[in-house]
């Protein structure tokens, strides 16, 4: 018996109508995300400058200031927003593998991404070396899942849609890199990208695009850069910055790795795991030493020091990458609020600029772009994201090629010194913390 008219109709209307819902919900959760982050951004550039404000007084004000600002930001997180500490990327991967409501809200909500947001302003603004962009995708996921109570999606769209596709759109907003943001859900948030997904993923990206295009203009991080390397002796700068990189970001995520599962050894360690505000202050004071050291160069999120060194205008010292380096992974130890993005790629233009002093064969800001790349791929260990990320951020397709061969070849370097990914592993510790037994296998 077929089903009368009125009846067919009045079910695809209804169809219609929790389709456009749900449509609405992915679209008005990526302005949301757009605006977070166009207002996260200028946040963050302000209190860098109140903070270096802060260092005309005197190099050695960071010394009281930065032990006593993560001290009192680690109390607040661990007090009212546990879940925020560290990048985001690790919490928000690991949101994607479960199934608990109860268990995502722990990472996932409003109040978590506004601690977030607070928290790291607040680490800029004491000068902790950590960056914007990793926490702008556990924002942007938040956002995107806590909007969710407004239509009816299935657990797929839940899980992969709206965690997905609030990342994707974080990253994007966060570097103005809209193909990145794509990328970078596929290689790195998620193993696999179903179909059904994709599209309403892609969707946030480019309306996430769109607003912060609106609210801040074209622009680049680190400007336009016109450089090429011709295909010449010149190509084995591309090589041996992929082969530094890798080595030098393989240790990276090997140490911080080692310290946040297994944590320290001795007096230090017990500290670390019974006084963790105390632990803070201490790594609050190791930070000023190192900023002390190094003139100041390494407090907040790099990008100024690493546009001087791509542009050419910044003479820094040597040992500007080793330092930026300590600094980045005693502000992650310390379990204050803060991503690593924008700290890997100051390091890695400190370590390209000490390779253009030796590779005299190849232009210099050539260098210091592949070393970019090739630091913050051994990194993350998600190589096609690293070379598009530097790829927009510096407005050069001309370096595609050389890009792409110093990422993979760090990735492949990298996982020889560190054969788990960085976030993965610490989604994993996340997930193992948690004790949730309904995990999405």
Request: charged share 10%; aromatic share 8%; with cysteine.
């Amino acid at each position: 018996m077929r089903t009368p008219l009125r009846i067919r109709l009045t079910r695809q209307v209804r169809l219609s109508a929790h389709v456009w819902q749900r449509r609405m919900v992915f679209w008005g959760g990526a302005v949301a995300v757009g605006l977070a982050a166009v207002l996260f951004s200028i946040g963050s550039e302000y209190a860098n400058h109140l903070f270096h404000l802060l260092l005309r007084y005197s190099p050695y004000l960071p010394l009281l200031v930065t032990p006593l600002g993560l001290a009192l930001i680690v109390f607040i997180t661990r007090r009212f927003f546990p879940g925020s500490q560290g990048s985001g990327i690790p919490q928000s991967i690991a949101a994607i593998a479960l199934s608990n409501h109860d268990d995502r809200k722990k990472v996932l909500s409003l109040r978590i991404a506004f601690g977030k947001i607070i928290l790291t302003l607040s680490a800029l603004l004491v000068g902790a070396s950590v960056g914007r962009e990793g926490p702008t995708v556990q924002i942007g996921s938040a956002i995107m899942y806590s909007l969710s109570r407004f239509a009816t999606f299935s657990r797929l769209e839940v899980e992969r849609g709206l965690i997905l596709a609030g990342g994707a759109a974080g990253i994007a907003a966060a570097f103005n890199t809209p193909l990145a943001g794509i990328v970078f859900a596929i290689e790195e948030m998620s193993r696999s990208f179903e179909e059904r997904t994709s599209g309403n993923t892609m969707t946030a990206v480019v309306i996430a695009g769109v607003v912060s295009l609106a609210c801040m203009g074209n622009y680049s991080y680190f400007g336009h850069t016109s450089i090429s390397l011709p295909l010449n002796l010149s190509w084995l700068a591309a090589i041996i910055c992929g082969i530094a990189g890798g080595i030098a970001g393989g240790v990276f995520s090997l140490m911080l790795i080692s310290v946040t599962t297994k944590g320290l050894t001795g007096r230090v360690g017990h500290i670390m795991k019974n006084s963790p505000v105390l632990f803070a202050g201490i790594c609050g004071l190791l930070l000023a030493l190192i900023g002390v050291a190094s003139g100041g160069l390494t407090y907040g999120t790099g990008y100024i020091e690493a546009r001087g060194i791509i542009e050419g205008t910044n003479n820094l010292p040597h040992s500007y990458g080793i330092l930026k380096m300590l600094a980045t992974l005693v502000s992650y130890l310390s379990g204050i609020p803060g991503g690593i993005f924008a700290p890997s790629l100051a390091i890695g233009a400190g370590i390209g600029d000490n390779l253009a002093g030796i590779l005299t064969f190849a232009p210099v800001s050539a260098v210091v772009i592949l070393g970019m790349v090739a630091y913050f791929s051994g990194v993350v260990q998600a190589p096609i994201t690293a070379f598009v990320i530097v790829m927009e951020m510096t407005d050069n397709h001309t370096m595609i090629l050389p890009l792409m061969a110093a990422s993979f070849i760090a990735y492949a370097v990298s996982r020889r010194i560190c054969p788990k990914p960085l976030y993965k592993t610490m989604a994993e510790g996340f997930l193992s913390r948690i004790g949730s037994s309904d995990v999405i296998r």
